[in-house]
């Protein structure tokens, strides 16, 4: 069975950049940028509908949102690639915001 990602939009990444831009120019881990999104009020209650819709937990959502970003931020594709910066740290990725 294939796990259907379909509902990885552009509104996922917007909420992984505001997260990152509103930190410090400190790299953030990957675990601790998907908490953070789970932190975040806006964020969170978005990742608790697609939970619910997806029949997972709200952390592995969160965890898929950050995949999802890094997964954009590597395939140099985007517009706003060069605004953000990512370094492997302890065989995890870890990100940071270049315009903070």
């Known amino acids: 069975m294939s796990l259907n990602t379909d ?10 950049r505001k997260v990152l ?5 400190e790299f953030i881990g990957h675990d601790a940028l998907a ?3 789970l932190n975040d009020s806006d964020s969170a209650a978005i990742v608790q509908q697609v939970a619910i819709k ?10 898929m949102i950050v995949s999802h970003f890094s997964r ?5 594709q985007t517009t ?3 605004q953000y910066e990512r370094v492997r740290k302890s065989n995890r990725w870890a990100y940071r915001s270049l315009t903070t």
């Not at 831009?21 to 120019?25: A, F, I, P, V």
């Not at 997806?54 to 965890?63: C, F, I, P």
């Not at 954009?72 to 140099?76: D, T």
């Open 21 to 25: 831009d509103d930190e410090s120019s």
């Open 80 to 82: 706003w690639r060069n």
């Open 35 to 37: 908490v953070k999104l």
């Open 7 to 16: 509902w990885l939009n552009d509104d996922f990444v917007r909420m992984v």
């Open 54 to 63: 997806q029949g997972k937990s709200s952390n592995w959502v969160a965890e």
């Open 72 to 76: 954009l931020l590597a395939a140099e």
